[in-house]
């Protein structure tokens, strides 16, 4: 489907749900039941992120860290209602301007997961330079075809593609995730070294991504890290067991659920709703108050 006539199927849907008052009797229910709303942004524009905000602001939503979710899972503090968690995959050079500074002036709690190896190196996401090579011609196959074979088979493809093209700068550089993790409202959490499907990696493999970004993000802030979002929302248990071992205390996937009394026992594998970047405020609403989820009509990604 193409992305206007999806946004513009999706816009009607949304429009429907708000015009019969189902995100209202939504709300109602959020706002009296014990649900956490867990939400994930990847690199929103600045209007939307600040749309989203004032929205969950206006309706009388707490913003809660991911600090506060621990303590929450040990009993240290009463499970909340109506209670939202903004976190943010990958680390993307927009996110400085367009959320930290946002969430920053709002005094919204944000985690920030990012992907270790583009922020220090400067290449950019590894999906990018396949999207840049089907559009040059030079590789015909679907970044989704990628996340189905096994790492090693994913490496040799992209490093050929690597060498043919060059991307600019996706990431944030080093010194601006400092500079974040110095900010009172921001947490930083890995989100690997190099984003690949967990689940396709070799135990050698899945081990250094969950553990090498760790070290290189708490060499770097001068903090523990605690928090983990797996790329693409993939992950087995063995990488739960990697994560306990290794010493994190809390995981997110991309399953489009609330956080309940029920599933917050699952702290390595906390579901997430997807806000896009690129949609109508409406859709968002739809997304952050869970109402979208309840049919698949759009499949989640990244
Ligand atoms: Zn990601």
Same mark, same amino acid.
């Given at each position: 489907?193409?992305?206007?006539?999806?946004?513009?199927?999706?816009?009607?849907?949304?429009?429907?749900?708000?015009?019969?008052?189902? %995100?209202?009797?939504?709300?109602?229910?959020?706002?009296?039941?014990?649900?956490?709303?867990? %939400?994930?942004?990847?690199?929103?524009? &600045?209007?939307?992120?600040?749309?989203?905000?004032?929205?969950?602001?206006?309706?009388?939503?707490?913003?809660?860290?991911?600090?506060? @979710?621990?303590?929450?899972?040990?009993?240290?503090?009463?499970?909340?209602?109506?209670?939202?968690?903004?976190?943010?995959?990958?680390?993307?050079?927009?996110?400085?301007?367009? @959320?930290?500074?946002?969430?920053?002036?709002?005094?919204?709690?944000? $985690?920030?997961?990012?992907? $270790?190896?583009?922020?220090?190196?400067?290449?950019?996401?590894?999906?990018?330079?396949?999207?840049?090579?089907?559009?040059?011609?030079?590789?015909?196959?679907?970044?989704?075809?990628?996340? $189905?074979?096994?790492?090693?088979?994913?490496?040799?493809?992209?490093?050929?593609?690597?060498?043919?093209?060059?991307?600019?700068?996706?990431?944030?550089?080093?010194?601006?995730?400092?500079? @974040?993790?110095?900010?009172? #409202?921001?947490?930083?959490?890995?989100? $690997?070294?190099?984003?690949?499907?967990?689940?396709?990696?070799?135990?050698?493999?899945?081990?250094?991504?969950?553990?090498?970004?760790?070290?290189?993000?708490?060499?770097?802030?001068?903090? &523990?890290?605690?928090?983990?979002?797996?790329? #693409?929302?993939?992950?087995?248990?063995?990488? @739960?067991?990697?994560?306990?071992?290794?010493?994190?205390?809390?995981?997110?996937?991309? %399953?489009?659920?609330?956080?309940?009394?029920?599933?917050?026992?699952?702290?390595?594998?906390?579901?997430?709703?997807?806000?896009?970047?690129?949609?109508?405020?409406?859709?968002?609403?739809?997304?952050?108050?869970?109402?979208?989820?309840?049919?698949?009509?759009?499949?989640?990604? &990244?």
């Amino acid at each position: 489907m193409k992305p206007s006539l999806r946004n513009t199927l999706s816009y009607c849907i949304a429009f429907i749900y708000i015009q019969l008052g189902v %995100i209202k009797r939504r709300q109602r229910k959020l706002m009296n039941e014990k649900i956490i709303i867990s %939400i994930y942004f990847h690199k929103p524009s &600045k209007s939307m992120f600040e749309s989203c905000l004032f929205w969950l602001k206006k309706h009388g939503y707490t913003f809660i860290s991911v600090n506060d @979710i621990i303590d929450i899972f040990n009993g240290y503090k009463v499970f909340p209602k109506g209670a939202v968690l903004v976190t943010v995959d990958d680390g993307w050079y927009t996110n400085k301007e367009n @959320i930290i500074s946002v969430a920053n002036a709002l005094n919204v709690p944000v $985690t920030l997961f990012v992907t $270790t190896n583009p922020m220090e190196t400067g290449i950019g996401y590894w999906w990018s330079y396949v999207n840049q090579a089907r559009k040059e011609g030079i590789y015909n196959k679907t970044t989704e075809f990628l996340k $189905t074979i096994p790492n090693r088979e994913r490496l040799v493809i992209l490093n050929e593609i690597k060498s043919k093209i060059i991307l600019e700068r996706e990431s944030l550089t080093v010194n601006e995730v400092i500079e @974040i993790s110095n900010l009172k #409202n921001i947490t930083i959490g890995s989100h $690997t070294v190099t984003h690949p499907i967990l689940k396709m990696c070799d135990n050698d493999e899945s081990l250094y991504e969950i553990s090498n970004s760790k070290k290189v993000l708490e060499g770097l802030i001068k903090k &523990k890290i605690e928090s983990f979002a797996y790329p #693409n929302g993939n992950f087995s248990i063995r990488e @739960i067991n990697y994560l306990k071992k290794l010493g994190y205390k809390i995981a997110f996937s991309t %399953i489009p659920k609330y956080i309940t009394e029920a599933n917050i026992l699952d702290i390595y594998a906390l579901p997430r709703f997807e806000i896009l970047g690129n949609c109508s405020l409406a859709e968002n609403i739809c997304r952050m108050t869970g109402v979208w989820y309840d049919v698949k009509l759009f499949k989640h990604n &990244k």
